[in-house]
């Protein structure tokens, strides 16, 4: 698709209204949003468990009430990332990213405070209040990728959108390690981690609000009216937007499938414990935040089609070799392969997998901010994410229901491994820009 020089002049002046500074602004507050949702993550459901048991629910039930308490954060990031993105860019990016992290700030104290309730109805009900509000709250990762792509040229969008993905790996890392300590600072009480997401949730509203500039003039773009499901097909018939979104879906909805089942992998095979368990996610945080730094000089010298073909490869190996590892533990061969135990080859084969996904997700939002007018980032990425929350609801609950269905527990990983096929075949379609 052609972008006239008039509407990007139009829509936002890179250099002119975005300075250098606002990348490291997005960065910072993408880092601090994401470690008040990875303080949570790990701690909810052994919090929500014992309060569904009381109210005399059947296990099934427990675990179903988890999950919904897992997946109504994805489902309101998949109805509301669009929306964002698509007022994002009539209103200007600053207000949006504001109204998210005040949002969070007050969710996620309402998540504290749901969990001092002794009445279970009340307790459950309020947590999940907060799991919809954060996710409301949240849907804003497609209005950051949109600051990046106002803040960047074409020729450096790749590496503008990395900063993303690190964020994510940084946040994801810190974030059980903080509630471990934080916790233990709060003398281990319930409401101890809803007011650590708060906390920091208010110091990102607060550099936000102090130090970042707006990157697009508001009311420079053409959207007109808000989003619908009229809109939603209008972006993703776009040329390659579609294809791009496709890929990005199946990508997430294969990567689910390992993160909803390495918690009951790693229980289920290795008798890891609850701590050991905090430092297999930083371990997994980590990668993705290195490997999302080696992405960025690689992005200067080859182009997205070829770095995001790479990281879909690299998924497939990854992905297979966990379900390699799951299979010679489900066979009783706990001894050493090629010199490693099969722990050893877990963690390996978790960070082929990670780093491959980490050189797709920036791969995939360059492609489509470069493929998209500049009226429309907004909107445009906001889909893109929509879409990838889809995946996350999706993934984890298909993998959920594989892991349990053969004694092997590979059926999540093969399946992984057959939709990165498909999204291998999509990507030779790719054009770049």
């Known amino acids: 698709m052609s972008q006239p020089a008039s509407t990007d002049r139009d ?6 209204l975005a300075p250098r500074s606002a990348l490291a602004v997005v960065f910072l507050t993408v ?23 009381q109210m005399g629910l059947q296990p099934w039930a427990v675990g179903t009430m988890i999950g919904v308490l897992f997946s109504v954060f994805s489902l309101m990031q998949f109805v509301f990332s669009p929306f964002w993105g698509r007022v994002s860019d009539r209103v200007g990016r600053r207000p949006i990213l504001l109204l998210s992290l005040s949002g969070s700030v007050v969710f996620y104290a309402l998540y504290g405070y749901a969990v001092t309730f002794t009445t279970p109805v009340w307790a459950i009900g309020l947590m999940l209040a907060s799991r919809i509000g954060a996710g409301i709250a949240g849907a804003s990762v497609g209005t950051a990728a949109a600051v990046i792509a106002d803040c960047t040229p074409p020729e450096k969008r790749a590496r503008g959108m990395a900063l993303i993905g690190i964020a994510f790996g940084a946040g994801f890392t810190l974030g059980p390690l903080i509630a471990y300590f934080g916790l233990a600072v709060f003398d281990q009480q319930p409401w101890g981690v809803g007011a650590l997401a708060s906390l920091l949730s208010l110091v990102a509203l607060c550099l936000a609000a102090t130090v970042f500039r707006e990157t697009r003039r508001p009311g420079g773009g053409k959207a007109k009216g808000f989003f619908g499901p009229g809109r ?11 294809l791009l979104v496709l890929t ?28 050991q368990n905090f430092l297999v996610f930083a371990f997994i945080g980590a990668v993705l935040m290195f490997a999302g730094g ?15 073909a790479a990281g879909v490869v690299m998924m497939m190996v990854g992905l297979a070799g966990i379900g390699a590892v ?25 960070a082929v997998a990670v780093t491959g996904f980490a050189f797709v997700n920036p791969s995939v939002s360059a492609l489509l901010s470069k493929h998209a007018d500049p009226s429309n980032q907004g909107e445009v990425l906001g889909v893109n994410q929509a879409f990838a929350s889809l995946g996350r609801i999706l993934g984890p609950f298909m993998g959920s229901v594989l892991f349990s269905l053969h004694d092997s527990r590979t059926l999540p990983f093969a399946t992984a ?6 999204v291998a075949l999509l990507t030779s379609r790719l054009k770049n820009r």
Do not use: K
């Open 31 to 53: 880092f601090i949003d994401l470690l008040g949702f990875g303080i949570v993550l790990p701690v909810m459901p052994r919090q929500a468990e014992p309060l569904l048991e």
């Open 248 to 275: 990005y879906f199946l990508s997430i909805f294969a990567f689910a499938n390992f993160e909803a089942t390495l918690a009951r992998l790693t229980e289920q095979a290795f008798a890891m414990t609850d701590d």
């Open 232 to 242: 939603m097909l209008s972006v993703l018939r776009m040329p390659q937007v579609g």
């Open 417 to 422: 491994v057959g939709v990165l096929c498909v």
């Open 11 to 16: 829509a936002s002046s890179p250099g002119e």
């Open 326 to 350: 799951a299979w010679g533990a489900s066979h009783g061969d706990a001894g050493a392969m090629g010199g490693l135990s099969l722990p050893s080859w877990l963690y390996l084969a978790a």
């Open 294 to 308: 080696g992405y960025r000089p690689l992005a200067s010298r080859l182009p997205e089609t070829r770095l995001l």
